[in-house]
Nanobody, 117 residues
């Protein structure tokens, strides 16, 4: 059973930056893709960014140019660098991993990001 643990959330002012990290309990080389999702109160969970095992990344339109996803297979981590944060980025952010085989999904417990205006 793989465990994903997010960290790095917090309270930041508009225009500020945060770096989220997702640490896996085992090797992430078998995951393709890994990604970050978020869920704001009263809204559905949505994809923020995803990265393949080869390093190809996709982003939600709302975060393009502001957020950067990266993965470190040696450290078994996936990070989300968030710059120029806006109040609408406020949400609980979740890390997700999908196995290459069987497409099993694993989720972290989430980390709160709050952006004040």
């Amino acid at each position: 059973q793989v465990q994903l643990v997010e960290s790095g959330g917090g309270l930041v002012q508009r225009g500020g930056s945060l770096r989220l990290s997702c640490a896996a309990s085992g090797s992430i080389s078998g995951f393709n893709p890994m990604g970050w999702y978020r869920q704001a109160p009263g809204k559905q969970r949505e994809l923020v960014a995803s990265i393949s095992s080869g390093g190809n990344a996709i982003y939600a339109e709302s975060v393009k140019g502001r957020f950067t996803i990266s993965r470190d297979n040696a450290e078994n981590t996936v990070a989300l660098q968030m710059n120029d944060l806006k109040p609408e980025d406020t949400a609980v952010y979740y890390c997700k991993a999908v196995t290459r085989l069987l497409n099993l999904e694993y989720w972290g417990q989430g980390t709160q990001v709050t952006v004040s205006s």
